[in-house]
């Protein structure tokens, strides 16, 4: 390859040389000075030199900036790369129309058509990747709307964060259909995920592995649709900050179950699904003087105490049922208490009640 290039090369300058030496002949302007024959030469041996010396460069160059833009584009939805093509086209239409009347001023109609080419293409070309989604939006609104109200009524869309991918639980929500709409991902969050599968820690790489299987396994379900949006919020530091700004951009709501992101979120008005929130408000509610059994598996913090779970990971603490560790008992309850972590049930054997 680099024997072809130089070859190529060489050929090419040695034909540069020869036409650069017969139009400084044809000008007359080194008569006298040099001979015409050696001039031919002496640009044509220069312009040989100088493709062997810049042919391998030039195409190791064009290889890289060939494969470089292969990658993106087969990395590039196709929905984005037909609309970046018609958005280039319109480009260039509106710069040709533009441009007929700026034709017949000097100067400026030369340079015009091409100027405004370049420029309309580019924003014409940029528009239509960036707008795909909102343009295939009205047409599939438009659609809904032909075939009767019941089509027309459209979710929110829901942006998963890292966090509650990792959880997994989303995708047991998503299988219950109470989510409705599209679910996205945006790539910064899939860097992200990707970044901690590929962490030198092994708890931090098993957890961005599951992430990536939970994604996975969503995308494969039919009862939901996940569409990955690319990256183009680069400019906004942090992923919370990316979250909020893309939740705003799309009038979308963040499913998370960061606290801290939930904050950030209200703060700035947008809406937000706290997975966490969702686990405690479906948890069964327990009165007291109800009776449970309960599986006391460990000693509580005060003296005597005793505590256990129900099936829904809630902790259950039973005064005086430290000598009940390791079986199965039925208690009464005695009060509820709603923390910020969860709720947790107090009980007292039920033995102690017949007692008494």
């Known amino acids: 390859m680099v024997i072809l290039a130089r070859v190529v090369f060489a050929f090419i300058g040695a034909l540069l040389g020869y036409s650069g030496s017969l139009l400084v002949l044809d000008t007359g302007a080194l008569n006298g000075i040099i001979d015409g024959s050696y001039l031919v030469g002496l640009l044509v041996l220069g312009g040989v030199l100088v493709g062997l010396a810049v042919g391998p460069s030039l195409v190791h160059g064009l290889m890289i900036g060939t494969k470089k833009a292969t990658q993106i584009v087969l990395k590039t939805p196709t929905h984005e790369l037909v609309g970046g093509i018609i958005g280039l086209v319109s480009g260039w239409i509106i710069a040709l129309v533009i441009s007929i009347p700026l034709l017949r001023i000097p100067v400026l109609g030369d340079y015009a058509p091409i100027v405004l080419g370049i420029l309309l293409g580019y924003l014409g070309a940029v528009v239509g990747v960036r707008k795909t989604e909102d343009l295939t939006g009205v047409f599939s609104r438009s659609d809904r709307a032909r075939r009767g109200p019941r089509a027309n009524s459209e979710a929110t869309p829901k942006i998963l964060d890292t966090s509650v ?138 003296q005597g105490q005793g505590v256990g779970y129900l099936d829904d990971g809630t902790m259950i603490v039973v005064d005086g049922g430290r000598r009940y560790i390791g079986q199965t008992v039925a208690v009464l309850v005695t009060s509820v208490l709603q923390t910020a972590a969860g709720r947790m049930i107090f009980a007292k054997p039920k033995s102690m009640e017949r007692a008494l």
């Open 165 to 302: 991918i990792i959880d997994g639980r989303i995708a047991d929500i998503t299988k219950s259909g109470f989510l409705e709409g599209d679910l996205i991902v945006p790539a910064f969050v899939l860097e992200e995920l990707q970044h901690i599968a590929d962490s030198s820690d092994v708890l931090k790489r098993n957890r961005g592995r599951r992430g990536l299987d939970i994604l996975n396994k969503i995308q494969k379900e039919p009862y939901c649709h996940v569409r990955i949006i690319e990256d183009g919020y680069n400019d906004f530091g942090e992923v919370d900050s990316k979250l909020v700004k893309l939740a705003k951009d799309i009038n979308g709501k963040v499913v998370t179950n960061d606290y801290n992101l939930n904050k950030v979120c209200e703060l700035h008005g947008v809406q937000v699904l706290n997975i966490n929130e969702l686990a405690n408000s479906v948890k069964p509610v327990v009165l007291p003087g109800e009776e449970l059994k309960v599986h006391v598996i460990k000693d509580g913090k005060e």
